[in-house]
């Protein structure tokens, strides 16, 4: 799978061209910033359509401006909206991704995320939301760093790292660079609970109900 299908757009639309000569269907990775004149411009889309692409994956990671500046994500609220209206416009099925739980994220700014969650929904309909995943650190970047400085034990061995990363996001006393911990592990619980009878045994906290009320609208929505 190519990560991302878009950088080098002549190589892109020589693939689509031949798409157009065999039975298939396709989906790929890109960027929100994409979307525009001379790249993803609309004689683009309405070959990807044509040559049956069903899907692009778009990486938003945040609803917050400033959350986006720190990943230096580099794309705008208005590359994120127009890049969803252009998949809905084309019948193109957008699959948008989170995350929740990264260092100096508030909870408004996970607030901010939930409600770019429901404005695309009403943009396109057929969205999946993947996510809210919760950040894991990992080397090599600054927000590892980060996390290091602030507590987070770095693991020293393949086994160290397994156990540091079972899958089991609510393990206690693991997320020190968090600013609001509760809120932001009863957000993924709420998540992964809000629709399931077991969700009776999560301490319903009041940041629980409030996670549970913001993310109940997307539940058949959200891919975890």
């Known amino acids: 799978m190519d990560e991302n299908f878009f950088p080098n757009i002549h190589r892109a639309k020589s693939i689509i061209k031949f798409f157009k000569t065999i039975p298939v269907t396709w989906e790929a990775d890109c960027r929100a910033d994409y979307f525009r004149d001379n790249f993803i411009d609309d004689l683009v889309l309405e070959s990807m359509r044509e040559s049956g692409c069903k899907m692009l994956r778009i990486g938003l990671e945040s609803g917050s401006e400033n959350m986006r500046g ?15 209206e252009k998949c809905a416009q084309y019948d193109i099925q957008p699959m948008v991704s989170y995350m929740i739980g990264m260092p100096h994220e508030t909870r ?15 943009i396109a309909p057929d969205i999946i939301h993947s996510g809210p995943q919760l950040f894991r650190p990992y080397p090599g970047g600054e927000l590892y760093d980060y996390c290091v400085k ?30 609001d911990q509760a809120f932001t592990l009863d957000m993924i619980m709420a998540m992964i609970l809000v629709d399931k009878e077991n969700s009776r045994a999560w301490p319903m906290t009041p940041d629980f109900r409030t996670s549970k009320m913001l993310l109940k609208p997307f539940l058949r929505k959200i891919a975890v």
């Open 70 to 84: 720190i990943l230096k994500k580099d794309i705008t609220e208005d590359d994120i909206i127009k890049a969803v």
């Open 108 to 122: 408004q700014d996970i607030i901010k995320t939930i409600n770019l969650m429901s404005k695309l929904q009403k």
């Open 150 to 179: 602030s507590g987070y034990y770095e693991p020293k061995t393949l086994r160290e790292w397994y156990a540091a990363n079972p899958g089991d996001f609510l393990a206690t006393g693991k997320y020190t660079w968090m600013t």
